[in-house]
């Protein structure tokens, strides 16, 4: 295995950046490629309720930048790693001095991951720590087979939210609210 | 699809325990049968490292017993839910007058998920899920792969606890603590 190992040659972030665009969606883990199926329409929408809100909250506040699906972040540098959240949102202070070309070479202040139904833990618990390890604040793992929201952050406690609870930006979106229900109903939860 | 699942008949924990024994572990989740696959050899460690030191510490202390990982619990009627947690412990004063036959009916006072690769997330949350609504006060889910282990004590909350952490038994084993280190290594290592 580790003969096999040493002959793979790792990709890097530029590496990446520099495919053809086949259609198609990768990430970069520790320098290997990996395809990003497209997701369901619920996985979709969801990812987008929830980005929106950054949107329209990160503008109107002028508190930062929100990213969408495809956006590619650098998580770490030899070998490279880079995520494509399904929302994400980066404080302004953070943007100032960001080459405007190209993945961003930073980790999201708040990463947003919606959870397909073939998703391992092993997985999703690997794809948290990196975030969490290369400086994010906040990850929410959203899980819409369950209607539940994970929240971790870096001291190691995870709430789960659920129908009725609503999530909060912290400090890294002070004053940003969004309640479960809405991710997963749409306006339909307060009609 | 929703007619096929109509004309699927739900089982009850009365025909699982009815079914001739074909060599595998089976649960029951909502009526529908989950044939569980034998475990990698890591994973079988783990769940006897766990049972170990909670034999040790139960037994001494004469709190009750400790199961392994073919002890089926209901947890749910009408559909049945029929989980075997890895390992287990009960208070000795909910252990059944006679679990010689049949499944328990009651949920463990502590139940410990070890996490293969195959396990999506899904599966994995619905099962805590189902025994902190069951009544289980205390849920393990152990990650060999991340060398971590998440402690469910509430609907709402989880705490992660990693290689420089002790898992504590709370107020279902006043007292009992466990390195994380040593969930994952041979008895005859531990500190």
Not at chain 1, 118 to 124: A, C
Request: aromatic residues 8%; charged residues 25%.
């Amino acid at each position: 295995m580790t003969a096999v190992r040493q002959t793979t040659t790792l990709m890097t972030a530029e590496d990446l950046l520099a495919l053809p665009d086949d259609g198609k969606r990768y990430e970069l883990v520790e320098g290997e490629l990996q395809e990003m199926p497209p997701v369901s329409g619920p996985h979709g929408r969801d990812g987008l309720r929830i980005g929106s809100q950054f949107l329209v909250y990160a503008e109107t506040h002028d508190l930062g930048e929100a990213y969408g699906a495809d956006t590619g972040f650098i998580l770490s540098r030899n070998p490279d790693t880079v995520r494509a959240p399904d929302a994400a949102f980066v404080r302004k202070e953070r943007l100032v001095e960001i080459d405007a070309e190209g993945f961003l070479p930073l980790a999201p202040d708040l990463a947003v991951e919606v959870v397909s139904p073939s998703n391992t833990v092993n997985e999703m618990s690997r794809k948290v720590q990196e975030y969490l390890d290369a400086g994010t604040a906040i990850v929410w793992v959203v899980e819409p087979q369950r209607r539940q929201v994970t929240v971790y952050t870096p001291d190691v406690i995870a709430r789960i939210y659920r129908d009725g609870d609503v999530l909060d930006g912290g400090d890294v979106l002070p004053g940003f609210t969004l309640s479960v229900t809405y991710i997963f109903d749409g306006p339909r939860a307060t009609r | 699809m929703a007619a096929v699942r109509q004309t699927t008949t739900l089982m009850t924990a009365e025909d699982l325990l009815a079914l001739p024994d074909d060599g595998y572990t089976y649960e029951l989740v909502e009526g529908e049968l989950r044939q569980m696959p034998p475990t990698s050899g890591e994973h079988s460690r783990v769940e006897l490292y766990i049972a170990f030191w909670l034999m040790s510490f139960v037994y001494r202390n004469r709190l009750g017993k400790v199961y392994g990982s073919d002890a089926g619990f209901r947890l749910k009627r009408s559909p049945d839910t029929v989980l075997c947690p890895d390992t287990s412990f009960v208070r000795t004063e909910r252990v059944p007058q006679d679990d010689r036959t049949g499944i328990m009916e009651l949920p463990p006072d502590l139940a410990v998920e070890v996490v293969s690769p195959s396990n999506t997330i899904n599966d994995m949350d619905d099962k805590v899920g189902v025994y902190l609504a069951a009544g289980t006060s205390l849920v393990w889910v152990v990650r060999p792969r991340h060398r971590q282990v998440t402690v469910y004590t509430s609907v709402g909350h989880a705490r992660i606890l990693g290689d420089t952490d002790v898992l504590d038994g709370g107020d279902v084993l006043p007292g009992f603590t466990l390195p994380v280190v040593d969930v994952f290594r041979d008895p005859e290592l531990a500190g």
